[in-house]
């Protein structure tokens, strides 16, 4: 079956330091790859994708590469800011028997302090 | 454009009381989904509707949940009766079935409080 294997957080950042959060997934068939975001009080937003092996999401300075042969699809970037601090899940969706459903991670809480 | 809108926000009630949590989808699109999310166990799917058919409610936990999706742009979840533990908060999410790459939209969540 799908699996998605998150770091565990939570994360505490300064702001302006670099930020990685590692993602690793299992999958039948050729998965789509999603980072969401839920700030606090709010439902989860889609944040980037990508689609097939070698794509690069990226979105508010946010980037994410799938990378095939590594089973990852890990979230960097380069300059974090207070309005970062929230949970992020990596998830992918595979159509694998007709289903999409989306398979989440556990979820990485990032803190970002002034 | 309006995004999934659920109903109410929150809700207090006590154990044995029935819940009503309401969604409306987002205008076109023909998939829905019901998640729970707990500090214990993260976001869980409870079922999920394709063209207001339910094809797969394995997640719901036991015979006290009920979903419905009686037209394209409104589903229930219910929960009767209902206990301390279902204490959460209920996403409803929804998207378009074209292509598997399309993304779930989700709503702002029920918060659920079961005394």
């Known amino acids: 079956g799908n699996s998605v294997t998150q770091m565990e957080g939570p994360v505490t950042l300064s702001e302006e330091a670099f930020l990685t959060i590692n993602c690793t997934y299992t999958?039948?068939?050729?998965?789509?790859l999603f980072w969401y975001v839920q700030y606090p009080g709010e439902g989860l937003q889609l944040l980037l994708k990508a689609t097939k092996a070698d794509d690069k999401g990226s979105n508010k300075g946010f980037e994410a590469t799938y990378r095939k042969e590594t089973t990852s699809f890990h979230l960097e970037k380069g300059s974090v800011q207070v309005s970062d601090s929230a949970v992020y899940f990596c998830a992918l969706i595979s159509s694998g028997a007709g289903s999409y459903q989306l398979t989440f991670g556990k979820g990485t809480k990032l803190s970002v302090i002034p | 454009d309006a995004g999934v809108i659920q109903s109410p926000r929150h809700e207090v009630t006590e154990m044995g009381q029935e819940v009503t949590l309401r969604c409306k989808p987002i205008s076109g699109h023909n998939s829905l989904f019901w998640y729970r999310q707990t500090m214990m166990r993260g976001l869980e799917l409870l079922i999920y509707?394709?063209?207001?058919?339910?094809?797969?409610d394995s997640g719901m936990p036991e015979d006290r949940f009920s979903a419905k999706m009686p037209n394209a742009s409104f589903s229930t979840l219910k929960i009767q009766p209902s206990e301390p533990r279902d204490s959460a908060v209920y996403f409803c999410?929804?998207?378009?079935?074209?292509?598997?790459?399309?993304?779930?939209?989700f709503g702002d969540g029920t918060r659920l409080s079961i005394l």
């Open positions: 509707f394709n063209n207001n058919v339910p094809i797969d």
């Open positions: 999958a039948t068939g050729y998965p789509s």
């Open positions: 999410a929804s998207r378009t079935t074209g292509t598997v790459n399309q993304p779930q939209h």
